[in-house]
């Protein structure tokens, strides 16, 4: 199994930034993708930006040109940082493995809140 552990979430003005950080344990060599997922107030969780282990990324079209993801190999950890926050980037961010044995991961989700 993959335990991940998000933190870095917090208050923000708008124009403002945070970085999250996702730090991954136990099964750590059969991870193949992480991910960042973000889920609004009463809407369905969206994949934000993904980064394999080949260090491919992809982003969403609300988070290219703002948001950030980058690996930290020597400790399994995954970053996202997140510049230009608007207020509609509110809500639990949450990160997300894919394995090579095809299992998946989630973990239990950091908060950020975008407001004035």
């Known amino acids: 199994q993959v335990q991940l552990v998000e933190s870095g979430g917090g208050l923000v003005q708008p124009g403002g930034s945070l970085r999250l950080s996702c730090a991954a344990s136990?099964?750590?060599?059969?991870?193949?993708?992480m991910e960042w997922h973000h889920q609004a107030p009463g809407k369905e969780r969206e994949l934000v930006a993904q980064?394999?282990?080949?260090?491919?990324?992809t982003y969403s079209d609300s988070a290219k040109g703002r948001f950030t993801i980058s690996r930290e190999s020597a400790t399994n950890t995954v970053h996202l940082q997140m510049n230009s926050l608007k207020p509609e980037d509110s809500g639990v961010y949450y990160c997300h493995t894919y394995t090579f044995a095809n299992a998946d991961y989630w973990g239990q989700g950091t908060q950020v809140s975008v407001s004035s």
């Open positions: 980064i394999t282990r080949d260090d491919r990324i």
């Open positions: 136990g099964r750590v060599f059969t991870i193949y993708t």
